[in-house]
């Protein structure tokens, strides 16, 4: 830990300066004690943005010039997906904590070199799953956790949404960048439908189908987990929609959990949302939602593990955001093969 680490001060490398780069530094921005000290700018464009929205950050056009500079106590990775283990890696080696955009990586061998080099350095990772801190989302979670529904039996989350951004370069339209279209928002709900039925353990089987676009980038995709104990979970994404709508219905053996967020858009900061809870034969109950959103849950998200990163802990470590990869890999396999794949348990 540095002395700034030690003084409750986080020096901070942005890796990544594109429109989600840019919204990482505007929410560092409203964090006490958090500082970009460095930018890596992958484009022309995205340096001139620094320049105006940083100009007391240095900006390097060399990713590891960046880290060969020093002067940072953790590192922020937003660019592609198919960087973000490589970039994750080398951070780590040059001795830093690392705040990792979601996938981990899009192999599971690239989640395993993360966490590998997470080990080897002594450092922490900590994944953006935001949604994992929203006051709606994590909501849903602590009302699972208290018995309030008794066991998960069932869930269904549903994305409908307008198509992906293009991305800088078009990187989400490029299968060899992008992953997939699954591991680019999908992994988010998969993440939360095994959070909430964290009790069961892992899925062990995995169904997938899917429809438009082509066999890399499949527009709509639908999903069924399976556990061994017959709890299920059906996931839906729905690419040819409108705005920018989610729904999760969940039953359990003692009750249920509805709740849903709309928006114009995914980053929307007048999204309308709702919250209701059925605990056992009481009458259905509307649970008060202060915000939701992942403008405001970066934030939170980014906060808390800057303060992690002090303490020599993560708030969600690669080991625990694997399982969520494995998922995806597992659906698109299943869907390119047209059958069920089981979930390797080891």
Same mark, same amino acid.
């Given at each position: 830990?540095?002395?700034? *680490?030690? !003084? %409750?001060?986080?020096? #901070?490398?942005? /890796? =990544? ?9 505007k ?6 004690g958090?500082?970009i000290?460095?930018?890596y ?15 007391e950050a240095?900006?390097f056009?060399d ?8 002067g940072?106590?953790a590192?922020?990775?937003t ?6 283990a ?6 780590l ?6 705040f ?8 599971l061998a ?11 350095a002594?450092?922490?990772?900590a994944?953006n799953?935001?949604?994992r801190?929203?006051? *709606?989302? !994590? %909501?849903?979670?602590? #009302?699972i956790? /208290? =018995? ?15 198509k992906f951004?293009q ?17 680019e928002e ?8 095994m959070w ?6 892992a ?15 499949v ?25 920018h ?15 849903w ?6 980053r ?19 649970v008060?939602?202060?915000q ?16 992690g ?11 625990e ?10 659906a ?11 979930l390797?348990?080891?």
């Open positions: 830990m540095t002395q700034a *680490q030690t !003084r %409750g001060h986080t020096r #901070i490398a942005l /890796a =990544g300066f594109g429109a989600w780069g840019q919204m990482h530094a929410a560092i921005s409203a964090i006490e958090a500082e000290t460095s930018v700018c992958h484009s022309e464009r995205s340096a001139e943005a620094a320049a105006a929205q940083l100009p240095q900006r056009d990713f590891d010039a960046m880290l060969a500079a020093g940072f106590d590192v922020n990775v660019v592609p997906n198919n960087v973000h490589s970039f994750a890696v080398r951070a080696e040059a001795g830093a904590d690392v990792l955009e979601k996938p981990v990586g899009i192999t690239e989640c395993d070199a993360v966490i590998e080099a997470a080990r080897k002594d450092r922490r990772v994944i799953h935001e949604l801190v929203s006051h *709606q989302w !994590r %909501g849903v979670r602590e #009302i956790a /208290a =018995g309030d529904i008794g066991a998960v039996r069932y869930q269904h989350f549903s994305l409908f949404r307008h951004r991305g800088s370069g078009g990187w989400r339209y490029d299968p060899a960048r992008v992953g997939s279209w699954v591991l999908l992994v988010h709900f998969f993440d939360l439908v909430y039925a964290a009790e069961h353990g899925p062990h089987r995995v169904t997938a189908h899917g429809s438009g676009g082509n066999d890399d980038l527009e709509n995709f639908a999903t069924v987990l399976e556990w061994e104990n017959g709890a299920t979970a059906v996931l839906s994404q729905c690419l040819s929609g409108f705005e709508h989610t729904l999760l219905e969940i039953g359990g053996t003692n009750g249920g959990v509805r709740t967020w709309s928006g114009a858009a995914d929307t900061l007048h999204p309308e949302f709702e919250l209701k809870v059925q605990r056992g034969s009481a009458p259905v109950e509307t008060s939602i202060p939701s959103g992942e403008v405001f849950e970066l934030e939170e998200n980014l906060r808390l593990a800057y303060a990163f002090r303490e020599k802990r993560s708030i969600l470590t690669p080991q955001a694997r399982i969520a990869v494995a998922v995806c890999l597992a698109e396999q299943s869907y390119r093969e047209g059958k069920p794949v089981t390797d348990q080891s």
